[in-house]
């Protein structure tokens, strides 16, 4: 579950910087009142949190991750 759940977040982290990169626009900060804002922060520290975590699929044998789905 919390694989899935950081993964999703790091997927939201990925496509809101792709946006920044492409159009130069903030999606998350846009969508909650600027970079400063409270709730953009708490996102944006859940997402590097989520980033930090999927560091660790790397290192997992793949029998693990499975057996973690089913």
């Known amino acids: 579950m919390l694989d899935r ?9 990925a ?3 792709g ?3 492409i159009f130069r626009f903030d ?11 409270t709730v953009s922060r708490i996102i944006y520290t ?5 980033g930090i975590w999927c560091i660790s699929l790397l ?4 029998n693990t991750v499975l057996d ?3």
Do not use: M, T
Request: charged residues 10%; without cysteine; glycine residues 16%.
């Open 68 to 70: 973690d789905e089913i």
């Open 15 to 17: 496509l809101n910087w």
């Open 27 to 37: 999606f998350i900060s846009w969508l909650f009142g600027g970079q400063g804002a």
């Open 5 to 13: 759940l950081s993964l999703i977040l790091v997927i939201i982290g």
């Open 46 to 50: 859940l997402v590097g949190l989520a």
């Open 59 to 62: 290192f997992r044998s793949r």
């Open 19 to 21: 946006s920044i990169g």
